[in-house]
């Protein structure tokens, strides 16, 4: 087992390093991004910049710099906010992540019992809804679904607030919308995972030792039906973090995702580096964490 | 499908592959849910085809006296507009229309070149395994660490907004399904009798891999992109919404969305009509892959 920890730990180190690497690339993947910054700019003035951020050193070099200045949370000063990069995206990080948690919440409450449902009762009506509804939310933009219900909720019938966050009514829409862009996601996974324990051996044990059919289903498939579930949440992570970008814009939540957007939008790439590559290493972490939750859960593995 | 289990691998001896052929083809056809699919696509594609010539207006032309015409349904609704006007009074429908071509476009030549990519290193992976398996497996474990939306916007803007970059950053950050999904099959399939008669014979490697292997894993490749079509249109349009489109110059349905936003409180049609052409797209793409995929997996039969 711990051969195995050993093993994912240094990975966890080189797919870090490697994060690193892309992050630095963005900087330079224009070639020359003085020219981006200050397209008018006098050469003299450009040479000048060039040096006061040190892009006239080789690249090894800068990476070098680049890893060793992010590992103690220096990317620099953001060109706009005249403030470290990594400090501004630090200060927004805890609302993206609690709008995550929120939505993840709301979408397991929805997403545990009626994928359990489709699951036991396979190709009834209510599965088949239940299909339909993955399929639909599955197919909406959720920046879409998010204006749509704004559309309805806050200026149609004047329910909550058209954006903001802070006051629990401002949060709803934005939890609501990232919810309903993971609900479908994690319906399919449960169904599909308790259909695959679902007629075990040991289930049918189970039920043929006389338990109810509610413990057969709580105490034995999702117990199993549990691993998968774990696993596809630590590898969608990104699509969520992706989604709560988006969703932050819709509703101008002021979290890391839109200051990002807003960074890009004016080429800070100060603020640019320091947010994608804290997300980064936010996911690859959570997926570390997951493969370690996984050996404990799941005593196979611990064999190999 | 954002979430593909890996599935059984198909008919393995080619022979068997283009009997099984003809039987999963009739299995897709009598599927309601796939013909409906197939049909609304058909129309998607005639449509973006034929935009200048079935658009009813210029998706371009201003008009201040029209902005902000409802659609024809509503009260001050104007039949020659059918789905209202814009803020500058341009013709929503044909901005619809037009936007047809970019979704589809990038949709299919993002997946293109991931397909490119990701088989390419999947075959290598599988069949070279070693050193080259683990660092291909270190950079797709690198790439699915980024939120792809956010990797792609951040190029995009450094690389200078087009449609090429676009086309090219969306493919990039998304072949990485394609790799793990190859290596596995290309593993399995290294074992299989055919392959080890092929070499036995003295086939040379890069024969057993183009000529053996390729073909079976060609109905898992074909789902996989019909899904990934899919996942690059609302890529594309979460780009476009976000504000690095492909230039100003071409309505794109992800960019009359964002610019719809900014008129929630006046004009609901704005943002909720593009947003059900996606909707309608994607979901067609989504219901005939899925079929694809019932209809090619053998654990049914």
């Known amino acids: 087992m711990s051969a195995f920890l050993i093993r994912r730990f240094l990975r966890f180190v080189v797919v870090c390093i490697g994060v690193s690497l892309v992050t630095f690339s963005i900087l330079h993947a224009s070639g020359d991004p003085v020219a981006l910054i200050m397209p008018e700019a006098p050469e003299a003035d450009r040479a000048k910049l060039r040096d006061a951020l040190g892009l006239s050193d080789p690249l090894p070099t800068q990476f070098v710099r680049f890893v060793a200045n992010a590992a103690r949370g220096d990317f620099g000063q953001s060109f706009f906010h005249r403030e470290p990069a990594f400090g501004l995206v630090v200060e927004r990080m805890p609302t993206t992540l609690g709008l995550t948690c929120l939505a993840v919440t709301l979408a397991l409450a929805i997403a545990i019992p009626v994928g359990i449902y489709s699951a036991v009762f396979r190709n009834t009506l209510g599965d088949h809804a239940a299909t339909a509804i993955v399929f639909l939310g599955q197919s909406m933009p959720v920046f879409w679904i998010g204006i749509m219900l704004m559309l309805l909720f806050a200026v149609q019938w004047r329910l909550l607030p058209v954006s903001g966050w802070g006051t629990w009514s401002s949060m709803v829409l934005p939890a609501v919308t990232l919810g309903a862009f993971t609900t479908p996601l994690f319906m399919r996974i449960i169904r599909s995972s308790m259909l695959e324990v679902i007629n075990l051996d040991y289930v049918r044990t189970a039920r043929a030792k ?28 990104g699509l969520l973090l992706g989604g709560a970008v988006l969703t932050e814009t819709v509703f101008a939540v002021p979290g890391v995702g839109r200051l990002i957007v807003g960074a890009i939008r004016q080429l800070d790439f100060p603020i640019v580096q320091a947010g994608v590559f804290l997300l980064a290493i936010i996911i690859v972490s959570v997926n570390f964490l997951v493969d370690v939750l996984y050996v404990y859960l799941n005593p196979t593995v611990r064999l190999h | 499908m954002a979430v593909m289990l890996p599935r059984a691998t198909v008919a393995y001896e080619v022979g068997a592959s283009i009997a099984g052929g003809s039987r999963a083809w009739r299995r897709f056809a009598l599927n309601p849910a796939a013909l409906v699919g197939s049909a609304i696509l058909l129309v998607m594609v005639s449509v973006a085809l034929a935009a200048p010539w079935v658009a009813p207006h210029d998706p371009a032309k201003q008009s201040l006296l029209r902005r902000f015409t409802p659609p024809m349904w509503q009260t001050g609704g104007n039949a020659a507009y059918p789905l209202g006007t814009d803020q500058v009074g341009r013709d929503v429908l044909s901005r619809i229309i037009h936007g047809a071509r970019i979704s589809l476009l990038v ?27 683990t660092a291909i497996g270190t950079v797709v474990d690198v790439s699915l660490s980024f939120p792809q939306i956010l990797l792609a916007l951040a190029f995009v803007a450094a690389l200078g907004p087009s449609l090429v970059t676009i086309i090219v950053v969306l493919g990039l950050t998304g072949w990485e399904r394609y790799a793990r999904v190859v290596r596995a099959e290309v593993l399995a399939l290294r074992e299989k009798e055919f392959v080890e008669a092929a070499r036995a014979i003295g086939v040379g490697r890069l024969r057993i891999i183009v000529r053996h292997v390729l073909p079976n894993t060609v109905s898992s490749i074909v789902v996989m992109s019909t899904l990934q079509v899919a996942q690059a249109i609302l890529a594309e349009a979460a780009l476009s919404f976000l504000g690095v489109g492909s230039g100003n110059a071409y309505p794109t349905w992800g960019q009359m969305i964002s610019l719809g936003r900014d008129f929630v409180t006046v004009a609901w049609w704005l943002a909720t009509l593009p947003g059900l052409a996606i909707l309608v797209t994607v979901l067609a793409i989504n219901l005939v892959g899925d079929r694809l995929r019932d209809a090619l997996d053998p654990r049914t039969i």
């Open chain 1, 210 to 237: 006389g338990l109810s059919e509610w413990l057969v289903i709580c105490r034995h498939a999702l117990r199993n039906a549990a691993l998968p579930i774990v696993t596809v949440t630590g590898l969608q992570f």
């Open chain 2, 107 to 133: 949709g299919v030549s993002a997946v293109l070149v991931s397909l490119v990519v990701g088989v390419s290193a999947g075959l290598a992976s599988g069949f070279m395994g070693g050193k080259v398996d």
